[in-house]
């Protein structure tokens, strides 16, 4: 049950998105990276559950290797949430969604 | 959310749960699997199986997962996405599974698959730098390491593949082990010494990993108890595994002193209706094929527990 409010970002998009009036979550990610495919539904589920207060977004770090690289990510997944075009905190590996309910509440 | 009751429960959903969820389904038990992502386990940290009978040209860990899932599916496994909060088992009878939004769940009978997650060192530097050079995942993140030099530390299977794996893409792999021998499995190590972009530095530990905003060097202690440091832009820590145990009632289900859940061979624990399957049982060898072996056991000992009870 993939969700259709996840948006999948890239470079380009990238900076538009994070400055949003709303925080954004970014899950980088790759397709043949295990612990990522692990954690997709629940990044999805957490697009459902916060729709319309964070937008959730994803970047494949192999079609975009620009902002990865600016963000020092050397691991994935890993995602980062931001507030108003700022990091506010960032987390690796396949985490459960508590977690990253925390994570998101840093920025509400 | 659907039903809140169900003869049989599976937590968990790595080799053992997914073979589990296969036998459940195809004995028709009123069975759900849980499992707080998509399934897979430490399975999906691996680049390549090549001991699990029945691939005899080896098999990626991804699509290993992907066919055991594909195959417990085509006997209507019912899975669901959830997180347990935690396990409560109270009397011969009452079995109960809290979610992280405070719903519940209650069984019959329960197999435990919850499996393992990678150890920590526990040393300064590693948790400030983790995913800034700091992993534990060899096949999940070595491709941000091309041309660089990396450490890998530790001795064992995982260890030692990995840090051929990373020679794909890393110039230089150093293996820093606390011993003077590898405990892997020969196989593996003669892959590794053959590897002329792997180096050893034996009996020593790693006591920091430094650097201001990724890793820069790991900080050497050897055996003679010498100091010395070496540069390497990550670490990749791969020390065994410590059980993914943090929402069972530990005391009441006998873990071993490092976490593990001890069963006896039917898999059951000292709580009636209650199973062990996979790396979460306490014991000696964690491998997918006996975790899978386990978990078939333990569906036989739960269907007869379901059966012969009351």
């Known amino acids: ?108 | 959310m659907g039903k809140n009751h169900y003869e049989l429960v599976i937590l968990g959903g790595g080799p053992a749960g997914l073979t589990a969820g296969l036998y459940a389904a195809r004995a028709r038990i009123d069975h759900v699997l849980i499992e707080k992502g998509a399934p897979g386990g430490q399975v999906l940290l691996t680049d390549w199986v090549d001991n699990y009978p029945g691939f005899p040209e080896g098999v990626s860990g991804f699509d290993l997962m992907e066919k055991m899932t594909a195959h417990a599916k085509r006997f209507d496994l019912n899975t669901i996405t959830r997180e347990v909060q935690s396990v409560v088992l109270d009397g011969p009878d009452i079995k109960k599974l809290i979610f992280i939004d405070d719903s519940e769940m209650t069984c019959d009978a329960l197999i435990i698959c919850s499996g393992a997650s990678a150890n920590k060192l526990g040393i300064p530097g590693e948790a400030e730098l983790s995913g800034k050079g700091v992993s534990y995942c060899g096949t999940c993140d070595a491709p941000f390491y091309r041309n660089m030099n990396v450490a890998v530390i530790g001795g064992g299977d995982t260890a030692v593949q990995e840090a051929d794996y990373l020679t794909r893409f890393a110039s230089k792999v150093t293996i820093i082990h606390r011993r003077d021998e590898l405990r892997a499995t020969k196989i593996i190590q003669e892959i590794a010494f053959a590897n002329e972009k792997i180096d050893y530095i034996w009996n020593t530990q790693v006591t920091a990993i430094e650097g201001k905003d990724e890793v820069e060097r790991v900080v050497l202690l050897d055996k003679e108890g010498n100091k010395s440091t070496l540069d390497v832009q990550g670490a990749f820590i791969l020390i065994g595994v410590t059980p993914n145990n943090e929402m069972l009632p530990l005391e009441q289900l006998n873990a071993d002193g490092w976490g593990f859940i001890r069963a006896d061979k039917e898999t059951l624990t000292c709580v009636p209706g209650v199973f062990a399957a996979g790396d979460i049982q306490s014991k000696v060898m964690r491998q997918i094929v006996n975790a899978c072996g386990e978990a078939a056991t333990a569906v036989i000992a739960a269907e007869h527990y379901l059966t012969n009870r009351g």
Request: glycine share 8%.
């Open chain 1, 1 to 108: 049950m993939a969700s259709d409010k996840v948006q999948q970002i890239s470079d380009a998009e990238f900076d538009t998105t994070i400055k949003s009036a709303q925080p954004t979550l970014v899950d980088f990610w790759a397709p043949w990276c295990g612990p990522c495919k692990a954690i997709g539904p629940v990044v999805e589920e957490l697009a459902d559950e916060y729709d319309g207060k964070v937008t959730i977004a994803k970047m494949n770090v192999d079609d975009n290797p620009v902002t990865p690289g600016k963000f020092g990510i050397r691991a994935i997944p890993t995602l980062i949430i931001f507030k108003d075009g700022e990091v506010v905190d960032q987390i690796t590996g396949a985490v459960g969604k508590s977690q990253l309910i925390e994570l998101i509440n840093k920025a509400l």
